[in-house]
């Protein structure tokens, strides 16, 4: 079963969808058939509204389904309701970044491509804290809190069930000072100490790469359980943009492999990330 409250509420939406689709109803000939409205049903597949275990077991009697996958349906619904450990933090968390901090903990992979910034998940607590401070609007409090969530999600780079990471990272990223050198040189010995981690993979896409297959920065989830599709996940200042569709999924995963093509080895951009470090140094 999937670990976060977040990836139970998505297995839980995939599953009630595909039940309608076999039973090929709408969702508002659904909703009739319960005295519910179409919207309900809808909000139930998308994961936009809290589900009851007894709105599960009213649609799976409907439905005509087992024993067993009724209950196991009414678990995920019970557990989705859980509070992640990321959400007592939630005033420095918008909503929209809720939501992938819960699907990132269950991944078990996990592809990103960064053209401007330090990846997150190797970003140090001094990095972290400058971009809160230049570019949100937040209470000190807040960014704490931002920051302080941050920094517990690398946890999962170093545990033994954690999802196997792929970074390519712009070498402008790598160059562009946050903060001052001193900041930077912290910082990029920090990504060399990440990138040594059994599960992490790190590319460079130098200057001189040539033309590559992106636009900006964008992440992909792969899950263990083959009924959980990959998603890609870009955000933006105030919102975000989950793609799961077969097409979607196909064409990032197209782009991403494009920029492994493009980026140095992992040995030559270890050689490249050291040779930023001396500089950084001087």
Known sequence: MA?????????????????????????AQVGAALD?????????????????????????????????????LKSLARQAKVRGWWQVHES??????????????????????????????????????????????????????AVRVRMERQAMLSQPDGPEAWFIVNEG??????????????QIEHVLDTAQLPSVTLQVLPFDSGTYPATGS????????????????????????????????REYTRAFDGLRAAALSPQRSTQLIETVLKEYAR
């Open 92 to 145: 420095g968390i918008p909503e929209w970044f809720n939501i992938y901090i819960g699907l990132e903990q269950d991944a078990s992979t996990f592809r990103q491509y960064q053209c401007e910034l330090v990846p997150g998940l190797m970003q140090t607590h001094a990095y972290a804290s400058e971009l809160h401070r230049t570019g949100a609007h937040m209470s000190a409090e807040d960014i704490d809190r």
């Open 218 to 249: 964008f992440t992909m989830l792969g899950f263990p359980a083959p009924e959980d599709p990959d998603l890609v996940y870009r955000d933006g200042i105030t919102d975000a943009v989950y793609l799961e569709g077969e097409h979607h999924v």
């Open 173 to 186: 990223a790598l160059r562009n000072v946050i903060g001052d050198r001193a900041l930077m040189r912290e």
């Open 3 to 27: 670990g976060s409250p977040t990836a139970r509420r998505r297995r839980l939406s995939i599953e009630l969808k595909k039940l309608r689709e076999q039973s090929t109803l709408t969702c």
């Open 36 to 72: 519910w409205s179409g919207s309900k049903v809808n909000r139930m597949e998308t994961g936009s509204g809290r589900v009851q275990p007894s709105d599960i077991d009213a649609l799976c009697r409907f439905y005509g389904t087992t024993d067993e996958l009724r209950e196991f």
